[in-house]
């Protein structure tokens, strides 16, 4: 194959991780949560600082997020019991988040997605 024909944009990668994932918005969160949903913030901590926290989230920064949900990582967090945990992933826009819920998905976590428009969408919504 041909360097042009492998090729993608992140556009296209997006794309792709969201055609994957079914989205939560921001509103539907709360309830989400009640369900028994692990809501995850990826933002790093000088984000987080400058935009806020998000009460109840669960701190993964992105670079260790696959090893602490995989159920069969050494490394994994209580919550990640077994592949039908519903992980909702949380960046500062929605985009980060979408990559991370594809991940998470790749590796069996099939429940696994994000919020739409991010922690700025949910922001409103915290209590």
């Keep these: 194959m041909s360097e042009s024909r492998q090729a993608k ?3 296209d990668v997006l794309a792709d991780a969201r055609s994957r994932i079914d989205r939560v918005e921001a509103a539907d969160v709360a309830g989400e949560l009640a369900a028994g949903a692990v809501l995850v913030d990826i933002r790093p901590a000088a984000q987080r600082a400058e935009e806020g926290e998000a009460a109840g989230a669960l701190v993964i920064e992105r670079n260790v997020l696959e090893w602490r949900c995989d159920p069969a990582s050494d490394a994994r967090i ?3 019991v077994d592949h039908d945990v519903r992980w909702i992933i949380l960046c500062s826009q929605g985009y980060t988040s979408s990559l991370a819920a594809a991940a998470l998905q790749d590796l069996g ?3 696994a997605t994000d919020v739409v428009g991010g922690y700025e969408a949910l922001a409103p919504h915290l209590d």
Aim: net charge positive.
């Design 9 to 11: 944009t992140i556009a």
């Design 78 to 80: 209580a919550p990640a």
């Design 109 to 111: 976590l099939h429940r």
